[in-house]
């Protein structure tokens, strides 16, 4: 059981900038990935940003050069620098824990990000 809460979502302008913040808690592995992935109104759950354990990451072409995915080790918690935002990032960002071996992914109740252009 991992409980998974988000923070920092909201409405920007197009070239503005957010950080989300996810905190997990409850029982957390030693080999697992936390990331973000976001779902735009009326199109599929996509994945922005991830990061492991180990500290690899993954990006979303989309996204590649503008945001930044962190992590505070000792806190359990997963930081989403987004820069230079466009009004195609609008769309709710859930946060994601995914237990690797065996893999079983946990869900935040999602945040919500709007670029106006």
């Known amino acids: 059981q991992v409980q998974l809460v988000e923070s920092g979502g909201g409405l920007v302008q197009t070239g503005g900038s957010l950080r989300l913040s996810c905190a997990a808690s409850g029982s957390i592995g030693s080999i697992y990935a936390m990331g973000w992935y976001r779902q735009a109104s009326g199109k599929q759950r996509e994945l922005v940003a991830s990061?492991?354990?180990?500290?690899?990451?993954n990006y979303a072409d989309s996204v590649k050069g503008r945001f930044t995915i962190s992590r505070d080790n000792a806190e359990n918690t997963v930081y989403l620098q987004m820069n230079s935002l466009k009004p195609e990032d609008t769309a709710v960002y859930y946060c994601?824990?995914?237990?690797?071996?065996?893999?079983?992914?946990?869900w935040g109740q999602g945040t919500q990000v709007a670029v106006s252009s």
């Open positions: 994601n824990y995914a237990n690797l071996f065996p893999r079983y992914d946990y």
């Open positions: 990061i492991s354990s180990i500290g690899s990451t």
